[in-house]
Nanobody
Framework: QVQLVESGGGLVQPGGSLRLSCVSS????????MTWYRQAPGKQRELIAH???????AYADSVKGRFTISRDNTRNTAYLQMDSLKPEDTAVYYC???????????????WGQGTQVTVSA
């Protein structure tokens, strides 16, 4: 079994910062890519930041220059540093990871439960 747990969400004023964490645990052999998504009320879930196993990153245009994704492979953890937050960043943020477990040689996608980020004055 593999679990992903996000944390770090909350209420922040426009222009503020938050740092989200996503910790993977369980029967993990290797974590390949890790990705942050978000879903605002009434909208589809969107990919906002992605990091490969080697550390290459990619961002949605809506967050480029403001958000930074990183990972600590020793802790099976991904981070999302969010700066210059705007009200339109309000959403539930989800972590996704492509993981090979001890019981299967093929990677599977796992999701966290999400963490709420609200940007409001």
């Amino acid at each position: 079994q593999v679990q992903l747990v996000e944390s770090g969400g909350g209420l922040v004023q426009p222009g503020g910062s938050l740092r989200l964490s996503c910790v993977s645990s369980g029967s993990i052999f290797r974590i390949y890519s890790m990705t942050w998504y978000r879903q605002a009320p009434g909208k589809q879930r969107e990919l906002i930041a992605h990091i490969t196993g080697s550390g290459s990153t990619a961002y949605a245009d809506s967050v480029k220059g403001r958000f930074t994704i990183s990972r600590d492979n020793t802790r099976n953890t991904a981070y999302l540093q969010m700066d210059s937050l705007k009200p339109e960043d309000t959403a539930v943020y989800y972590c996704n990871a492509a993981i090979i477990t001890m019981s299967s040689p093929n990677p599977s996608n796992y999701w966290g439960q999400g963490t709420q980020v609200t940007v409001s004055a």
